[in-house]
Structure formats: structure tokens, C-alpha cells
């Protein structure tokens, strides 16, 4: 879903984000300079009710798997917004950016990080539990507190 958009204004890369809760109307993406592999490409850059520029979050240079396309991906994070809002850039600097969101799903993974199957496993090595395959307790619980 498209959530906003960025322009090269003046040489630098300005713009907005809004949804049905959020509206930054005044965003810009401030350049890193560094050596580090690691570091962003981007920190992000809000217009605060005081007329200055505080940063809210960063964007990392990312390539497709699938088409090689060089596009951005970070967050926005800030106290006045409930949770962080995960975005990516897809554009250049010359045509402008488009600011898009997917909602995230959890992805399901095991111990060693190979994807999860869906199937449920009859023997995990594990042992029986404590609960039935409908999630009830197979025995009642003892919630008396010990005494030392």
C-alpha cells in the first residue's frame, strides 16, 4: 500500500507519509556518511511542532532477490506513534520515491532457522505436556504458593 511519497526539492530528498492515524507532513531523508557496511543509507527526518528537524528513523539499501532492484527499508519510531511503522522506498532520486507499507507476518521458524511445517509433529522429542490438542489442561493446576 502506498503511504507517501519523496522528491528532490532543492537538492534534497523531502516528503510525506499519512494513513488513517498518522500524518507527517513534512519529512526529509538526510544522507549517511560513513564506512561502515552496516550503516543506514538515510535517516529519516521529521518538521516538529517547533519548526525543528528531529529524526524518527533510518533507511537501509536494500537489492531484490528476484529483480535486482535497489530500493530503501527501514521504520519510522517515534513516542507519539503506538508502534514502529516498517516502510521501503522504491524509486530513484531524480523521478522520486514512493513511500509503501505492508502490514508484517510472523514468520514461523525453528530453532535452527529453517522455515516451520505446518503439520504438527507427533514425537518433538519433548515429552508430553501439560495440555490437551484443544489447549485445555489435562490436569488442574496446584497454585498454592510453597512455604519456606
Known amino acids: 500500500m502506498n503511504i507517501g511519497s ?14 488513517a492515524t498518522i500524518d507527517l507532513a513534512r519529512l526529509g531523508l538526510r544522507p549517511v ?8 543509507a538515510f535517516e529519516i527526518m521529521v518538521l516538529n511542532v517547533a519548526k525543528r528537524w528531529v529524526q524518527i528513523g533510518a533507511l ?37 520515491f514512493r513511500v509503501v507499507w505492508n502490514r508484517p507476518t510472523t514468520r514461523r ?6 522455515r516451520q511445517n505446518r503439520r504438527k509433529a507427533t514425537d518433538d522429542g519433548f515429552g508430553t505436556g501439560n495440555a ?9 493446576l496446584n497454585d498454592e504458593i510453597p512455604a519456606f
Not at 33 to 40: G, M, R, V
Not at 74 to 93: R, V
Not at 132 to 140: A, K, V, Y
Open 60 to 96: 537501509w539499501e536494500m537489492t531484490s532477490n528476484s529483480s535486482g532492484e535497489v530500493f530503501y527499508q527501514g521504520k519510522l519510531d517515534d513516542p507519539s506513534i503506538s508502534e514502529p511503522l516498517q516502510i521501503m522506498l522504491f524509486g530513484n532520486n531524480e523521478e522520486g
Open 33 to 40: 556518511e560513513s564506512t561502515n557496511d552496516k550503516a543506514p
Open 6 to 19: 519523496f522528491k528532490s526539492v532543492g537538492g534534497q530528498l523531502l516528503g510525506s507519509v499519512a494513513t
Open 109 to 114: 521458524e525453528n530453532l535452527d532457522g529453517t
Open 132 to 140: 490437551t490438542d484443544n489447549g485445555q489442561l489435562s490436569e488442574p
